[in-house]
């Protein structure tokens, strides 16, 4: 059986009276090295040598002062000492005992658990805010898992069921399997392929582990090859889409492609936003040393209470409507995760309930 170890109350205790005792040795040997000159040096000094038995008796007097003194003071020291070190160490147990109490909380799944400032100083202050901040990214990141999960399940549910339907009528013989069934089955596993492609890209975007081929490119052939790849999508339904280059931005260091993908997520989102007869406009401008791409439409608009949360994965502010068009829910959670492995910033600004809202995505000069 392994012997039980001290705690950290009783090791406390035991250093300081360890140094309490050797403070009681070192007051007693320095004493009795010094007092004794000192003493006989003053008699001297005042005439008041003696010698034979006056002397003795004068030393022995002043020893046994000396002695009584000592250990009084001593003992009464050490003993405030021990009650101060006492207190002290029971808070300081206390205050240890409630941390790991909390993380073993934490680490059961218990992430609203929170450590109170024990106030016994700056380190401890930022030990108990140190152990909050963990439990509270803690507690959204659990948060963000399940939604992600439910969101993921909604996903996958809707195209599977679409083609279990379509296969059992087949098999039931209520359709016959032609080229418009094969249609629906095809869009339906393409839906689940594209989910499966986007979930590894967000994954290993922010991971860390996307290869990223930067290259010098000008920057508005960029949002040209995007305007271009979207355009026949915004014209089978019916949205007007523009691009405007504003004074030709300079060449920037990136990956084209990634930047491309950026972008087109981008577009994407615009057009299931934007009701026919709309206008989606993708700019491309000089923004310091660097370049910044916008793609603004003139739809419903965002919430203020969405922005914070665009980029958050499988997120939604109108999720009906995304079901509808097929979307994901992470593009924008790619786009992100991109845009950052090129060391630039993204974001979307707008007023709410129209008229229509801006995405932007900022690269550095420098590419780095």
Known sequence: ???????????????????????????WLVSSAVAPSIFHDHLRRAGMAHTGSESEHVEEAFWSALLVGLTVSLLIAVAAALAVSAYFSRRVQRSVG?????????????????VSDPGLGEEFTTLAETINSLAARLERSETARRRMLSDLAHEMRTPLATIDAHLEA??????????????????????????????????????????????????????????????????????????????????VRIDADRIGQVLGNLLDNALRHTPAGGLVTLSCRAHGSGVEYAVTDTGSGIAPEHLDHLFDRFYRADTARDRLHGGSGIGLSIAKALVEAHGGSIGAASAGGGPGSTFWVRIPGDGA
């Open 98 to 114: 409630a941390v790991t109490t909390v993380a073993g909380q934490i680490g059961a799944g218990r992430h609203s658990a929170r």
């Open 170 to 251: 087949v098999e039931d013989g209520v359709r016959d399997l032609d080229g418009s069934t094969l249609e629906v089955i095809g869009t339906s596993t393409a839906r689940l392929r594209r989910l499966a492609e986007d979930i590894g890209a967000v994954s290993s975007a922010e991971e860390g582990r996307l290869t990223v081929d930067r290259a010098v490119v000008p920057a508005a052939d960029v949002a040209r090859a995007a305007w271009a790849a979207a355009a026949d999508r915004y014209e089978a339904q019916g949205v007007g889409l523009a691009v405007d280059v504003e004074g030709e931005p300079a060449a």
């Open 1 to 27: 059986m392994t012997p039980r170890r001290t705690g950290l109350a009783g090791r406390l205790m035991l250093a300081q009276g360890l140094v309490l005792v050797a403070m009681a040795l070192t007051t």
